[in-house]
């Protein structure tokens, strides 16, 4: 695997990962705004990046093989 692979999957974790947050910060608002006391939202707020980036973690096992 060369530099330049090595480098496009580094960005691709980063950026999933950071889609990640997001979708937990959200579930996170979501969950506040339902009334949710605030344990309760981090909690669902941490499952969903939990998730979400397992369902990356996957689709980049994909791309890798792919690439390789």
Same mark, same amino acid.
């Given at each position: 695997? $060369?530099?330049?692979?090595?480098?496009?999957?580094?960005?691709?974790? *980063?950026?999933?990962? &950071?889609?990640? /947050?997001?979708?937990? %910060?959200? $579930?996170?608002?979501?969950?506040?705004?339902?009334?949710?006391?605030? *344990?309760?939202?981090? &909690?669902?707020? /941490?499952?969903?990046? %939990?998730?979400?980036?397992?369902?990356?973690?996957?689709?980049?096992?994909?791309?890798?093989?792919?690439?390789?």
């Amino acid at each position: 695997m $060369s530099t330049h692979n090595l480098m496009v999957l580094l960005l691709a974790v *980063t950026a999933l990962g &950071a889609v990640s /947050g997001v979708l937990g %910060l959200l $579930s996170y608002g979501v969950a506040r705004a339902v009334g949710s006391p605030a *344990t309760v939202a981090i &909690a669902w707020g /941490g499952m969903v990046f %939990l998730g979400a980036m397992t369902l990356f973690i996957a689709l980049l096992n994909m791309l890798v093989t792919a690439v390789v």
